[in-house]
């Protein structure tokens, strides 16, 4: 059955504004993640904890993104995209202040777990969002636009609020960032096109959808579950090895972290473009992928000086982004009334790579040293290109079968 029609094709001005907004969205959603980064010492110090207790809240934050995209993204099949992305910033943004303001451990996890669920719903749902609205033939350039979001959270969201840290503390940063999600909600229910609300045509049943990971789609999780594994530890412990190494000042750490994550932003930029022009795309992804762990060993083993270590941080994060508007292209290869399902699970496996190598990358630091990180790093990066490789062999098997079927119906017919 043929993919319908991008809801929103013939209206391009608006589909640019959509795509803007959930932009500057997915930018203030994806900081949640990495928003504690820059102060893990200072939290550590202050609620009388160690690093790697701290950095769980990182991993906490992980579980009920991973849980609440999956959910989101089934849900979102069903009753429409629009209301779930709106709802969970608004829940990311309340939580955000409850964060803020708790003066316990235990306050913190709590808010921390709620602002994950909030920020799971809008990501499991946003790329399906997307690719609702456009073609296959744009789609890599179009996700671009969210992951464009997810790096600028890296180039701009980390810099930036550590620059506010250093006046307002931690609390205060995080105060800000609460405020601009709850803002920020009011325009993605402005520029989302109403039909992303509405029921789809046909829905999908649970054994239709369950049909849907097959090899490839499988493989792709996998691959994507490793990447994300693999940049955790670039986007969690930079900050604190920089720290640590090189004893930097918070506002010296502000400009490296802004130059490491413009690596990012530009690799999806380029990335996001390369995708549409080549078929293969897991491939792009695999390769892209194998650089990063190459990449990852001389970032965290070597210590040369801080400005070498903030260029081979750019290098890696620009060969880690540069693959993904590649991977999500391919997992948007789906039938619509299943992709929320397919996507939204693409997050949550992705929050469970970001809580292993979180939670793992705490206990490697602590017990082992940063050079423990780099191989964990490089090894994750490294299955993320084998499985992106099945993936492709999957597809090619899938293509052969179907090419191969009207030839076997035609002969069939002929001989009756």
């Known amino acids: 059955m043929p993919e319908r029609a991008a809801v929103a094709a013939d209206q391009p001005t608006g589909r640019m504004t959509m795509l803007a907004v959930l932009c500057v969205a997915t930018f203030l959603a994806t900081s949640t993640g990495t928003i504690l980064a820059p102060f893990l010492l200072d939290m550590a110090r202050e609620l009388g904890t160690d690093l790697a207790a701290v950095a769980n809240l990182v991993a906490v934050g992980a579980t009920a993104w991973g849980i609440s995209s999956l959910v989101a993204g089934l849900v979102s099949d069903r009753i429409g995209r629009k209301s779930i992305l709106v709802g969970g910033l608004l829940a990311l943004g309340g939580s955000l202040l409850g964060v803020a303001t ?14 994950g669920f909030g920020g799971g719903a809008y990501m499991g749902t946003v790329f399906a969002t997307v690719s ?3 073609a296959p033939s744009q ?13 600028l959270s890296f180039v701009l ?5 550590t620059f506010i840290g250093s006046f307002a503390g931690w609390r205060g940063a995080i105060v800000s960032q609460a405020l601009a999600t709850v803002l920020v909600a009011t325009a993605v229910w402005l520029a989302v096109p109403r039909q992303s609300s509405q029921r789809p045509e046909r829905t999908a049943s649970g054994r239709s959808t369950v049909k849907r990971f097959d090899p490839r789609v499988l493989a792709l999780l996998g691959a994507g579950t490793m990447e994300r594994a693999c940049f955790a530890g670039l986007a969690v412990y930079l900050a604190t090895y920089l720290l640590t190494t090189y004893g930097v000042s918070l506002q010296e750490l502000a400009f490296g972290l802004g130059l490491v994550a413009l690596g990012n932003l530009v690799g999806n930029v380029l990335g996001s473009q390369f995708s549409d022009r080549f078929s293969a795309r897991p491939l792009v992804f695999a390769a892209s992928s194998l650089a990063t762990g190459a990449l990852a060993l001389p970032l965290l083993l070597w210590q040369p000086g801080v400005a070498v270590s903030v ?38 496996c992705a929050s469970f790579g970001w809580l292993g190598a979180t939670a793992l990358g705490g206990r490697l630091v602590t017990e082992f040293g940063f050079g ?3 191989y964990f790093s490089a090894a994750a990066a490294l299955a993320g290109a084998g499985l992106a490789t099945l993936a492709w062999l999957a597809g090619r098997r899938q293509r052969a079968t179907h090419s191969a079927r009207p030839g076997r119906e035609q002969r069939v017919a002929h001989s009756a």
């Open 132 to 134: 609702d609205q456009v």
């Open 157 to 161: 969201g980390v810099p930036a609020v």
């Open 139 to 151: 789609r890599g350039r179009a996700l671009g636009w969210v992951i464009t979001g997810q790096s």
């Open 372 to 374: 423990s990180l780099a």
């Open 102 to 115: 708790a003066d316990r451990y235990s306050w913190l996890a709590a808010w921390q777990f709620l602002a």
């Open 311 to 348: 260029g081979l941080g750019f290098a890696y994060a620009f060969a880690n982004a540069f693959g993904r508007p590649a991977l999500l292209a391919s997992l948007s290869e789906v039938p619509s009334e299943v992709r929320g399902a397919v996507l939204g699970l693409n997050i949550t």
